[in-house]
T-cell receptor
Framework: EAGVAQSPRYKIIEKRQSVAFWCNPI?????LYWYQQILGQGPKLLIQ????????DSQLPKDRFSAERLKGVDSTLKIQPAKLEDSAVYLC??????????????FGEGSRLTVL | AQSVTQLGSHVSVSEGALVLLRCNYS??????LFWYVQYPNQGLQLLLK??????LVKGINGFEAEFKKSETSFHLTKPSAHMSDAAEYFC????????????FGKGTLLTVNP
């Protein structure tokens, strides 16, 4: 079974530029998450999708971050304009409906963003 | 709101020694608790989980954790460390509810010395 795919793995941009990250979850997984992991900290949930609807985006900085999940499958996370403090690893995770009660997540390898 | 505190950002042990990584949680409802491991340049992988069944939970790679409600703890242990255990370990809590949100601790970096 293929895992969660993310791209690009690495991205370097200058502040005020824009960037987009793509995630393809495990086939059939209804729930998709984007986490932000800043160096030295644990992952922080940015947004959670159930199929193509948003369940929780309370910690998403909506003035600069946006995310969508097309047709309930792939998802894109965009940052525009980027700030220095956005330097982090952006982790995508997915979970099947059957695991809804246990909260077990399957993570991709992450996209590392460096903002100069 | 739920939260976790991991005591010690860095733990160093010798190969063959006991591994003990500490996690305390806060939750207003009976929690689900997790330990995830992250190897360098990789995503997180589930080690084990507590979902209100047995309080002693066994996971992959010889790790186990014990849920102690009275101490609000969920410490991770392994009797004998191996070099391949070197990684960062994250404790996470999920409270009851339907949005499946996990709250992670800040992580503990485990170094295993030969």
């Amino acid at each position: 079974e293929a895992g969660v795919a993310q791209s690009p793995r690495y991205k370097i941009i200058e502040k005020r530029q824009s960037v987009a990250f793509w995630c393809n979850p495990i086939s059939g997984h209804a729930t998709l998450y984007w986490y932000q992991q800043i160096l030295g900290q644990g992952p922080k949930l940015l947004i959670q999708f159930q199929n193509n609807g948003v369940v929780d985006d309370s910690q998403l900085p909506k003035d600069r971050f946006s995310a969508e999940r097309l047709k309930g499958v792939d998802s894109t996370l965009k940052i525009q304009p980027a700030k220095l403090e956005d330097s982090a690893v952006y982790l995508c995770a997915s979970s099947p409906q059957a695991f809804a009660n246990t909260g077990e997540l399957f993570f991709g390898e992450g996209s590392r963003l460096t903002v100069l | 709101a739920q939260s976790v505190t991991q005591l010690g950002s860095h733990v160093s042990v010798s190969e063959g020694a006991l591994v003990l990584l500490r996690c305390n949680y806060s939750s207003s409802v009976p929690p689900y608790l997790f330990w995830y491991v992250q190897y360098p340049n990789q995503g997180l992988q589930l080690l084990l989980k507590y979902t209100s069944a047995a309080t002693l939970v066994k996971g992959i790679n010889g790790f186990e954790a014990e849920f102690k409600k009275s101490e609000t703890s969920f410490h991770l242990t392994k009797p004998s460390a191996h070099m391949s255990d070197a990684a960062e370990y994250f404790c996470a809590v999920r409270a009851g509810g339907s949005n499946y949100k996990l709250t992670f601790g800040k992580g503990t970096l485990l170094t295993v010395n030969p």
